[in-house]
């Protein structure tokens, strides 16, 4: 690990104002960055803690949502009664991802910014447009397996790794965000992530100094909430696919439903096109199939991630099932 300055930031302001310098970056609960700088993948000049700011709460909206502040662990918001209850597909999304231990560490805004875990990215003697733009993508011929199937480029098939992302896409989330400025911005969730394209090394719409203050969720979602996971082992493994699923069924068909998908794709991946072929329609594998062939029409395997493909279509169909079957 290389060197580098420390800062503890005792405001909102004074955090967003260092992060704005060259090299500095935000550490919280840190789970991932000092994986990366352990290994030189970053390498920040400057580290701003960011503990002591008041982000830690979780409160309830008028209309019935949500707000959480981004310090929040994941282990406490899994647990909170109201996410229990009426936002379950989050409290089972937190607790399918990472070990007891990280969960306990890992804070709400700092997950939602999870690097990729690409072998490549993590290998800094490997070519990685992501790590160091311009010297290619290994991973495109390389070893794949867990890579993404959409929205790729050319230049990178990374896949987000996030669980609570996924579900929080579903949900309809929100990010409050700090700018160096002063000014505060709210970004919908989709719209925070960026495609690779021909710059993979810019992830996200967060500008230089930005802080992630909370995360919004409108008011709770009826139905059926489910989250799928599908990964090589039972615990502290990243998702092969995942599906963010709440259903609500009336009169025999499907009333409403939200999807969100990760392990496919480099941000967690919705496609609104999915939802409005089910809804208003009558459970069925063809439907079931319909909806698959919607997700997957721009699929593309690159040799040993190629059985995510068919299997993301069988998780699919199995969530649909579930859910529409249970809900009846």
Known sequence: ???????????????????????????????NLIDLMKLEVMSPAT?????????????LA????????????????????????????????????????????ATTGGNLLQRT?????????????????????QAR???????????TSDHCIATHPSDMAVAMMALDAVVEVEEASGETRSIGLDDL????????????????????TAITLPAPKEGLHIYRKVRDRASYAFALVSIAAVVRMEGGKIADVALAFGGLAPKPWRNFSVED??????????LFDQAADILLAEATGYGANDFKIPLTRRTLKAVLKNATEVSK
Do not use: W
Not at 2 to 29: D, L, P, V
Not at 117 to 137: E, H, I, L, V, W
């Open 117 to 137: 875990r690409c072998a490549y990215f993590y290998d800094t003697a490997m070519p990685c447009n992501k790590r160091q733009p311009g010297s290619g993508c």
């Open 62 to 105: 008028d209309d019935g949502g949500m707000r959480i502040g981004a310090l929040v662990t994941n282990s406490d918001l899994a647990a909170h009664d109201h996410v229990r209850r009426d936002y379950e597909v989050l409290s089972r999304a937190l607790l399918a991802g990472a070990s007891g231990q990280l969960r306990n560490k």
């Open 1 to 31: 690990m290389k060197s580098f300055e420390y800062q503890r930031a005792g405001s909102a302001s004074e955090a967003t104002k260092a992060a704005s310098n060259h090299g500095a970056a935000i550490i919280a609960g840190g789970t």
């Open 141 to 151: 011929n390389g070893f794949n397996r867990i890579l993404a199937i959409l929205g």
């Open 193 to 212: 992530y960026k495609l690779p394209g021909t710059t993979p090394d810019v992830e996200t719409m967060l500008k230089a100094g930005d802080l992630i």
């Open 47 to 59: 580290l701003v803690d960011i503990n002591r700011l008041d982000l830690h709460e979780i409160t």
């Open 277 to 286: 072929v089910l809804i208003g329609q009558t459970p069925s594998d063809a």
